[in-house]
């Protein structure tokens, strides 16, 4: 059987969206006999999809050789899986499964910077076209929310059934069934705070308030993954401090630092995290590119050489991190908005569902409406120019 074919006949199938509810139910009651018969199957389905969708990007990127790697390593992953198809779920055979899961992870471990090598790539070696341009960053969402997606599935089987033990013991593989918000959002907050005193010895304070909507008196609480909400936060709060920093040094401004504003507010339905700055604000004009992968930017991957360097690391800039950081947010139906008034200061709002079975997982599903996208060559704007 071709790799061809074996693609072919998974991606026909439409993922299997779970909603955090059932991931903690199946975390709970589940076993991993019921988890490796839903993952042969499911994952092969999420990695096929995906690769399939690969192959309507421009054939000169799929020429590139970062992105040849990363192929590559989808269809060896995909193999590996497909070898389990019609194994008996003996303990031997879920152990083995086990470690396949560990070693695809671990395969897969650096395609976010491989692929960006690709669309740099991509960029030194001809024109870009607008049409291309677009086709990538709709790919490039899709692709690292299903990466999102499948990790997880993966984490969930190895950690609560197999020999990797979760960060803390009243977590459910990689999911706290009582994610208390406020704790993630200091953690991140004071994790930024010393990568910005490092690189500019100043950095702004927390002023932090709750509301619980819902029950005045409670602590906020949701089931959630606590890695993916820390990461939003810590992207968001770098880019709040930076801004901050760099525009009260602009300003020569000799007075305190204005400090970032946090509400986190749960109610019936959303739980919302808006976070303020007075760093300036951005202008309209750039404010549609602050969520575009961009090929100058990106993150460069690192070398021996590279993770030898010392002295103080840069605040992130508008590289990958708000673009993944909303796939993040979105995956489990939020999202992450940010306003921002020019010449002022900048609002982010992340919105989390507050319900469990509300938080279903958003994934993309590779059907005609996607290949029209990708085969609607002539982007062809119907209003006039701004600029
Ligand atoms: C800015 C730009 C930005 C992006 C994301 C979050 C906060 C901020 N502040 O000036």
């Given at each position: 059987?071709?790799?061809a074919?074996?693609?072919?006949?998974?991606?026909?199938?439409?993922?299997?969206?779970?909603?955090?509810?059932?991931?903690?139910?199946?975390?709970?009651?589940?076993?991993?006999q019921?988890?490796?018969?839903?993952?042969?199957?499911?994952?092969?389905?999420?990695?096929?999809?995906?690769?399939?969708?690969?192959?309507?990007?421009?054939?000169?990127?799929?020429?590139?050789?970062?992105?040849?790697?990363?192929?590559?390593?989808?269809?060896?992953?995909?193999?590996d899986?497909?070898?389990?198809?019609?194994?008996?779920p003996?303990g031997?055979?879920?152990?083995?499964?086990?470690?396949?899961?560990?070693?695809?992870?671990?395969?897969?471990?650096s395609?976010?910077?491989?692929?960006a090598?690709?669309?740099?790539?991509?960029?030194?070696?001809?024109?870009?076209?607008?049409?291309?341009?677009?086709?990538?960053?709709?790919?490039?969402n899709r692709?690292?929310?299903?990466?999102?997606?499948?990790?997880?599935?993966?984490?969930?089987?190895?950690?609560?059934f197999?020999?990797?033990?979760?960060?803390?013991?009243?977590?459910l593989?990689?999911?706290?069934p009582?994610?208390?918000?406020?704790?993630?959002?200091?953690?991140?907050?004071?994790?930024?705070?010393?990568?910005c005193?490092?690189?500019?010895?100043?950095?702004?304070?927390?002023?932090?308030?709750?509301?619980?909507?819902?029950?005045?008196?409670?602590?906020?609480?949701?089931?959630?993954?606590?890695?993916?909400l820390?990461?939003?936060?810590?992207?968001?709060?770098?880019?709040?401090?930076?801004?901050?920093?760099?525009?009260?040094?602009?300003?020569?401004s000799?007075?305190?630092?204005?400090?970032?504003?946090?509400?986190i507010?749960?109610?019936?339905?959303?739980?919302t995290?808006?976070?303020s700055?007075?760093?300036?604000?951005?202008?309209?004009?750039?404010?549609?590119?602050?969520?575009?992968?961009?090929?100058?930017?990106?993150?460069?991957?690192?070398?021996?050489?590279?993770s030898?360097?010392?002295g103080?690391?840069?605040?992130?800039?508008?590289?990958?991190?708000?673009p993944?950081?909303?796939?993040?947010?979105?995956?489990?139906?939020?999202d992450?908005?940010?306003?921002?008034?020019d010449?002022?200061?900048t609002?982010?709002?992340?919105?989390?569902?507050?319900?469990?079975?509300?938080?279903?997982e958003?994934?993309?599903?590779?059907?005609?409406?996607?290949?029209?996208?990708?085969?609607?060559?002539?982007?062809?704007?119907?209003?006039?120019?701004?600029?």
């Open positions: 059987q071709s790799l074919h074996i693609v072919d006949h998974y991606a026909q199938y439409p993922p299997t969206g779970l909603t955090m509810k059932r991931i903690v139910e199946f975390a709970r009651e589940g076993d991993a019921q988890s490796f018969l839903f993952l042969r199957n499911e994952l092969p389905v999420r990695l096929a999809s995906m690769m399939k969708e690969m192959g309507h990007l421009p054939p000169r990127l799929l020429k590139m050789p970062s992105v040849k790697t990363v192929n590559g390593w989808y269809g060896t992953s995909l193999f899986l497909h070898s389990f198809r019609h194994l008996k003996t031997e055979i879920i152990k083995k499964f086990t470690e396949t899961l560990q070693n695809i992870r671990r395969r897969h471990k395609v976010v910077e491989t692929l090598q690709g669309y740099m790539e991509f960029s030194d070696s001809g024109k870009v076209k607008e049409y291309e341009e677009s086709q990538i960053q709709y790919f490039l692709f690292y929310l299903s990466r999102i997606s499948i990790r997880l599935l993966m984490y969930q089987h190895t950690m609560c197999g020999e990797e033990v979760p960060e803390h013991p009243s977590h593989g990689f999911v706290d009582n994610c208390f918000v406020e704790d993630t959002v200091k953690d991140a907050f004071e994790n930024a705070q010393f990568l005193e490092g690189y500019y010895l100043v950095a702004p304070s927390l002023r932090l308030r709750t509301i619980n909507a819902t029950n005045p008196d409670e602590l906020i609480s949701i089931a959630y993954v606590p890695s993916h820390y990461h939003v936060m810590f992207e968001l709060f770098k880019n709040a401090m930076r801004a901050t920093v760099e525009y009260a040094e602009s300003q020569k000799s007075n305190k630092l204005p400090p970032i504003t946090v509400n507010v749960k109610a019936k339905e959303d739980l995290i808006h976070i700055d007075r760093g300036g604000g951005i202008p309209r004009s750039k404010a549609d590119k602050i969520f575009r992968y961009m090929y100058s930017t990106a993150p460069r991957p690192v070398s021996l050489t590279d030898q360097h010392s103080p690391i840069p605040l992130a800039g508008f590289g990958y991190g708000l993944i950081s909303r796939l993040y947010a979105r995956y489990f139906n939020g992450m908005q940010i306003h921002s008034i010449g002022y200061g609002d982010a709002y992340v919105y989390l569902q507050a319900v469990e079975d509300q938080a279903s958003w994934l993309p599903i590779c059907n005609q409406a996607a290949y029209e996208y990708y085969s609607s060559r002539k982007y062809q704007s119907d209003w006039t120019k701004k600029k």
